[in-house]
């Protein structure tokens, strides 16, 4: 329990898992799409998609188009509730964690060395920056996992001493740079050519859309196959390859 999506990833390959079309092969995607959906709780969320061009057909997210319609226990839930809302209170504390609620990625200062960049490996929640027996001769600063200082999810991540932690960071870097001779020259590229944040922004919504197009059309087949379940395996597979 609150493991990241690289650790679920982790252990569904190691256990030989196979994905609805049969397939070891797992992505994150996949593993998000089905963290948030409902239908493996037994409840159907439907109009999650519209067509609003009645020429192509093509659909889109319903944000505001039309109303939507929830149905509690439509069909028999392979995931109890309790558990399925614990996974999404985990996914969205992690969320605000990451990036905040409002998402702006500007607010994040530096006022310390490697703020809210370092990743627990145990659970994927960011480390907090905290101080032990504070005021004391043997005070420290320490690098905690988040969820464990929070106690909402069994973290049993150690703390590490921040000193170390620059330390070690120092020392790969220079062994970066002593390895590489060249590696002022590079960076030095890199800079010139730097993409531009308005660039970047433009990227982002480009792969949230595709990422909303693939959810969207992974959604509608899981609805169909909710709705009509004597499809034949090898529709159903080839469909959701």
């Not at 439509?74 to 992690?94: G, Y």
């Not at 200062?109 to 809210?116: G, M």
């Not at 197009?213 to 609805?223: F, M, T």
């Not at 709705?227 to 469909?239: G, H, L, Q, V, Y």
Request: contains cysteine.
């Amino acid at each position: 329990m609150g493991v990241g999506l690289g650790k679920i990833l982790e252990q569904l390959i190691e256990m030989g898992a196979k994905t609805g079309a049969g397939k070891t092969e797992w992505r994150l995607s996949t593993i998000t799409t089905i963290l948030k959906n409902e239908k493996y709780m037994g409840d159907m969320l439907q109009q999650k998609t519209i067509s609003i061009d009645y020429l192509s057909h093509a659909r889109v997210k319903n944000t505001n188009h039309a109303p939507t319609y929830y149905t509690e226990n439509s069909h028999e839930a392979i995931i109890d509730r309790e558990t399925f809302e614990l996974a999404q209170r985990i996914r969205k504390d992690r969320a605000k964690v990451r990036i905040g609620e409002d998402k702006n990625l500007s607010k994040y200062s530096r006022t310390y060395p490697l703020t809210a960049m370092i990743i627990c490996s145990e659970c994927g929640r960011t480390l907090k920056r905290r101080y032990w027996n504070y005021g004391k001769p043997s005070q420290r600063v320490m690098q905690q996992c988040g969820s464990y200082i929070d106690g909402k999810a069994n973290c049993n991540a150690k703390a590490s001493r921040q000193d170390l932690i620059e330390a070690t960071t120092i020392h790969m870097l220079n062994k970066v740079f002593l390895k590489d001779l060249d590696i002022m020259s590079t960076i030095q590229k890199v800079i010139k050519s730097t993409i531009k944040v308005d660039d970047i922004q433009n990227i982002i919504e480009k792969l949230t859309s595709e990422r909303d197009e693939n959810e969207i059309a992974l959604s509608n087949l899981i609805d169909t196959k909710v709705k009509a379940p004597d499809i034949p395996e090898s529709i159903f597979n080839a469909k959701y390859r």
